[in-house]
């Protein structure tokens, strides 16, 4: 299995600049989530879904958009990047009532200049 | 709101040595308990998954326990290796808020020969 799949691996934008970040699981998880991973502030949740057309915010959200069209897929929508939104970010999914618990992604480490 | 603290921040022991990384929470009502690793610059890793009714799990040398009433748990590490280095993250699947998981900033741990 492919488990969760994030690209690009990494990505620069200039300020001001939007872009997708996109996160595909092939485990039929109803779960996904994005957090970012900061130095010295670990990792903060950033949006989540429970389920195709359910999507909640988390902690840090703004800046951030995200959609949940299919079961798969979960992109992460910057609207207008910011050198704040430098960061690593991951993606993770969950199934309900999952006894194997969160598989996240291997990241994208995004720098905004 | 659902806090996790991790103690220690870091620790740097010789190898061969038995290690505990503490964890706790603030909200016991968790669905789930998961222990991470992350190297640097990489990836979370899924180590050890307790779920609520479980008090303890083990996997090889780790052996992480549960204790829902007061908050806790611990990882255990047996005769630590140098290829232990990592750092580890302890977070919790809070059953009223499905879809998600709360972490602590993690236990940065340096095994030395």
């Known amino acids: 299995n492919a488990g969760v799949t994030q690209t690009p691996k990494f990505q620069v934008l200039k300020t001001g600049q939007s872009m997708t970040l996109q996160c595909a699981q092939d485990?039929?998880?109803?779960?996904m989530s994005w957090y970012r991973q900061d130095p010295g502030m670990g990792l903060r949740l950033i949006h989540y879904?429970?389920?195709?057309?359910?999507?909640d915010q988390g902690e840090v959200p703004n800046g951030y958009n995200v959609s949940r069209s299919t079961t798969e897929d979960f992109p992460l929508r910057l609207l207008s990047a910011a050198p704040s939104q430098t960061s690593v970010y991951f993606c993770?999914?969950?199934?309900?009532?999952?006894?194997?618990?969160?598989?996240f992604g291997s990241g994208t480490r995004l720098t905004v200049v | 709101k659902q806090e996790v603290t991790q103690i220690p921040a870091a620790l740097s022991v010789p190898e061969g040595e038995n290690l505990v990384l503490n964890c706790s929470f603030t909200d016991s009502a968790i669905y789930n308990l998961q222990w991470f690793r992350q190297d640097p610059g990489k990836g979370l890793t899924s180590l050890l998954l307790?779920?609520?009714?479980?008090r303890e799990q083990t996997s090889g040398r780790l052996n992480a326990s549960l204790d829902k009433s007061s908050g806790r748990s611990t990882l255990y590490i047996a005769a630590s290796q140098p290829g232990d280095s990592a750092t580890y993250l302890c977070a919790v699947d809070r059953g009223s808020t499905l879809g998600r998981l709360y972490f602590g900033r993690g236990t940065q741990l340096t095994v030395w020969p």
């Open positions: 993770a999914s969950n199934s309900h009532g999952g006894n194997y618990g969160y598989t």
């Open positions: 879904s429970v389920g195709a057309g359910i999507t």
């Open positions: 307790i779920q609520s009714s479980q």
């Open positions: 485990m039929n998880h109803e779960y």
